[in-house]
C-alpha cells in the first residue's frame, strides 16, 4: 500500500517555531521562543466564573450552534471593535477557531495556486506556512521603524506586471510579530489607496493592538479604509483573536470584512469545522459581558511593559552596540539584528546548552532570510527570567565567536 | 473595488441543509431535518462537572495546546476506541475541530484538484461539498441495505482506467448518513482487500456506531484492516467524534491513521487552527474519565431506539406501501423512498406550512439526484413530535396529490 500525498503534502516541512517545542520543556529552559501569553496574566478566577455561568442553560449550551457565531458573542466582538474605533454591526462577524483559521479561511476564499500573496517579511511563520501550503507565490514587501515599506510596496506594484500583481496582502500593522512595529497613520491611508488603486484585499491581521504601552492609539486599517468607502467596497478583511489578551485555550477569533467575503467564508467554515465551540463561544461572550476584560488587558499591558523594558535594558548592557532593535510600544516581539555578522542560527546549540531557546530570524522568511536576526518574546518569562535569559544569550554569542576564532 | 475570488468560491452554494435553518425557529415547527442529537439527553450535569474540574488547573488551563491534542484525552480516546475493537496507542491518534475538520484535512493531505473521489451515494451533504469545494472529480458509489454495494465498486475499479481510479472512498459504515445501514463484515474485508489491491485510502467516517439500538457489534473497517497489515500500511484513515454522544458544542472529533498521513495531518491543522480549544478538549477529558459517559450512550441508545419505531410504526400507518425504508438498527436516521413517483421536494413547502421540516433527498447526491427521496432524523423530536410530524407529512403528500389531480 503506497499513499501518494497531495502535492503540497508529499515532503511538507513542519512549523519551524513547532519544531522548537521540545527544547522548551528542558529542565530550567528559560524561553523567549513561542508566541504564549503569559498564563500568570490570564484571569482564570473570571473565566472560571464565565463558564460556570455559561454552562447553566442545560443541553441548549451543548448544542451545535450557528456556522457564523453565537449572537450574544458577536454583540460583545461588536463593541469591543467600536473600542478600537472599528464600527461594524454584529451581523458583519464571522467568529472563527482562533485568528489562524480566519486567515487560512481567506486563503481558501480568495486564492488560486499560483496567485500572489505580498507579505510583509519578516513575517509571522504560520501565515507563511499557510500560503505555502496553498501553492501561492509569495512575494515579501520589506518593512522598517514604522512597520510595512508603503513607498516601497507603491514601487512594487507600478513595476509588477498585471499577472504578477497581488490579490492579497498580509500585515500586522500594530505591533507587528515578529518585529513589535506599528504602521503609521500616513502609512495606513496610502495602503488604502493603493489597495482601492491595484484591486486587492489587504489582510489586516490584528491580535496585539490592545497590548499597548503608550496611549497613542492608531485606527485599524479597515477603519481607515471606512472613511472613504462603503462596507461592500472595504478592501480590508481585518482579522483578530481573544488568545493574546484573555485565553488562547478558548480559540476565538473572528473576522470583518464585505459581504461578498464573510458569506463565502461562512460557506467555507461549514466544510471546515461546521462551528467554533459553541462552549468556547460562550463563555468567552460570558467572560466579556463580566466587565473584567479592560482590567485583565491593562495588567497586561503593564507587565508586558515592564518585561519588554527589562529585556531592552539587559540587551543594551549585555551585547552594547553588537546588537541593534528598535524597543516595542506594545505587543508580544523584540526583533534583533546582530551588527558584527554573528548568525544567531549558528548561535541556537550553545545557547540552548546554556538554558534560553528563541527562534532565529529565517524562520520568519519565505525566502532570502536575513540570517543575523532573532526574535525573543518577552511575554512569558518574569522578569528575572528575562535577564538570566539574555545573560545567557551574550555567554552563548561570546562562546561561540571564541570557538570562531579558535577554528580561524 | 472588486474582488477575484478563488475558483471554487466564486459563486459557491450553501449547505443544503443549513438553508433549511431559518424554517426550523418557526414557532410549532417539527424538525426532522438536522443530524442534531438530541439536547435533553446530553448529560448536562456531568459535563458541568467535568468543566469545573477541567478549568481548576488554574492559568495553565488556558494556555495553547499541542496540535496533536492534550495527552490525557487522547489516552480516554484510546480506551474509546479498544471498546470498540480497534486498538490503537494515544499517539496515533489525532485530535480534531469535529470530525469535520479531520475530514477537511484528509481532503488537504490528500486530494490534488481533478483526483477521483469514489463516495458511497447517497452520502453526507457536508462530504460532498468539501470535495466538490477542493475540485476534486466525486464518483458515485451505491448503496443498498447491508451498505456500500462492494459487489458494484469491485465492478467500477476493474472498469476505470488508472487515470480515472479513486484516492479515497468515503463511507459511513455503521449507520450511515442518511440511509442508517450497517456495512456487513463479508463486504467490509472485500472492502479492505480492493483498498489494498488498487491502492486507495478508506475514509471510514464513524460518529454513529455507538448508537445501536441492538447487541450487534461490528469490528470498524480499520480493525479489519489490522488484522492482516500493520499500522503503517491500513489503508484505512478512521474519524470519530464525540458531538452524538457527548455534545456537539464540545467540537471534539479525532483522526486514527498510519504515521505518514498523522505526520501530514498535523502539519494540515497548524495551519488550519494551531489546535482544537484545550478547553473543551479538557472537558471531554474530564467526562470520560468520570466514568458516566457509557450511561449517557445507554440512555441515548434505547431513546433514539423508541423514536425510531415510533417513526418507524407511524410511516407505516400512515403511509403504507407509498413509502419504502429499512427500519435502522442504530443512528440517526431513516431513509425513505416515496413509492408513487411522489416528489419529497415538491412536497416540502406543503409541508412546512403544515408545520414538518425535512431534507429532501436531492441533498445527498454529487449528481444524478433519486428524486423520490427523504432524510428523516428521529434523534431530536421527542415520541409524540414524531407522530405529529409524520402525520404532517402524510398530510402534505395528501394534498400535493390532489393539487396534481386537480391540475392534471
Redesign the interface.
Known amino acids: 500500500?503506497?499513499?501518494?500525498?497531495?502535492?503540497?503534502?508529499a515532503e511538507?516541512?513542519?512549523?519551524p517555531i513547532?519544531e522548537l517545542?521540545p527544547y522548551l520543556s528542558l529542565p530550567g529552559m528559560i524561553s523567549f521562543a513561542?508566541g504564549?501569553?503569559?498564563?500568570?496574566?490570564?484571569d482564570?478566577e473570571g473565566?472560571?466564573d464565565a463558564?460556570?455561568e455559561a454552562?447553566?442553560a442545560?443541553?441548549?449550551?451543548?448544542?451545535?450552534?450557528?456556522?457564523e457565531g453565537d449572537v450574544s458573542l458577536r454583540e460583545q466582538l461588536s463593541a469591543l471593535m467600536a473600542h478600537r474605533g472599528l464600527d461594524c454591526p454584529s451581523g458583519r462577524i464571522l467568529v472563527t477557531?482562533?485568528s489562524?483559521?480566519a486567515f487560512?479561511i481567506v486563503v481558501?476564499?480568495?486564492?488560486?495556486?499560483g496567485?500572489v500573496a505580498y507579505v510583509e517579511t519578516p513575517a509571522y511563520p504560520?501565515t507563511i506556512?499557510?500560503l505555502a501550503?496553498a501553492g501561492t507565490r509569495i512575494v515579501q514587501v520589506p518593512v522598517d521603524s514604522d512597520g510595512l515599506n508603503v513607498a516601497t510596496l507603491e514601487e512594487m506594484l507600478r513595476a509588477a506586471c498585471p499577472k504578477d500583481r497581488p490579490?492579497i496582502l498580509y500585515t500586522v500593522p500594530t505591533f507587528s510579530n515578529p518585529c513589535g512595529t506599528r504602521l503609521s497613520l500616513d502609512r495606513r491611508e496610502r495602503l488604502v489607496q493603493l489597495?482601492?488603486e491595484f484591486?486587492f484585499?489587504i489582510v489586516e491581521d490584528d491580535p496585539y493592538s490592545e497590548l499597548a504601552f503608550t496611549d497613542e492609539r492608531l485606527l485599524p486599517i479597515y477603519a481607515v479604509a471606512s472613511r472613504c468607502?462603503t462596507p461592500e467596497?472595504?478592501?480590508v478583511v481585518y482579522l483578530s483573536s481573544l488568545?493574546k489578551t484573555v485565553?488562547?485555550?478558548?480559540?476565538i477569533g473572528w473576522m470583518v470584512a464585505?459581504p461578498?467575503?464573510l458569506r463565502?467564508s461562512?460557506?467555507?467554515k461549514?466544510?471546515?469545522?461546521?462551528?467554533?465551540?459553541?462552549?468556547?463561544q460562550a463563555?468567552a461572550a460570558s467572560y466579556l459581558a463580566s466587565g473584567r476584560y479592560p482590567a485583565t488587558v491593562a495588567s497586561a499591558c503593564a507587565e508586558y511593559g515592564r518585561r519588554m523594558s527589562t529585556m531592552a535594558t539587559a540587551l543594551q548592557s549585555h551585547l552594547g552596540n553588537r546588537v541593534q532593535f528598535d524597543k516595542p510600544t506594545g505587543g508580544m516581539f523584540l526583533w534583533g539584528r546582530m551588527g558584527d555578522g554573528i548568525d544567531p542560527t549558528r548561535v541556537f546549540k550553545e545557547a540552548v546548552d546554556l538554558g534560553v531557546v528563541y527562534v532565529p530570524g529565517h524562520a520568519f522568511y519565505a525566502s532570502n532570510p536575513d540570517a543575523n536576526t532573532f526574535r525573543f518574546s518577552y511575554a512569558a518569562p518574569d522578569c528575572k527570567q528575562i535577564e538570566t535569559g539574555v545573560a545567557r544569550f551574550a555567554e552563548a554569542l561570546e562562546k561561540a565567536g571564541s570557538a570562531l576564532a579558535n577554528s580561524d
Open positions: 500500500m503506497s499513499i501518494t500525498f497531495s502535492q503540497p503534502f511538507p516541512k513542519g512549523s513547532r517545542f513561542g504564549y501569553p503569559s498564563p500568570s496574566l490570564f482564570s473565566l472560571r463558564a460556570a454552562l447553566t442545560g443541553g441548549v449550551a451543548f448544542q451545535y450552534g450557528s456556522t477557531t482562533g489562524q483559521q487560512d481558501r476564499v480568495l486564492m488560486n495556486r496567485d504560520a506556512q499557510a501550503l490579490k489597495a482601492l484591486e484585499v468607502v467596497q472595504n478592501p488568545s485565553a488562547p485555550a478558548l480559540r464585505s461578498a467575503v463565502r461562512a460557506i467555507a461549514q466544510t471546515m469545522d461546521l462551528c467554533t465551540s459553541p462552549v468556547s463563555i
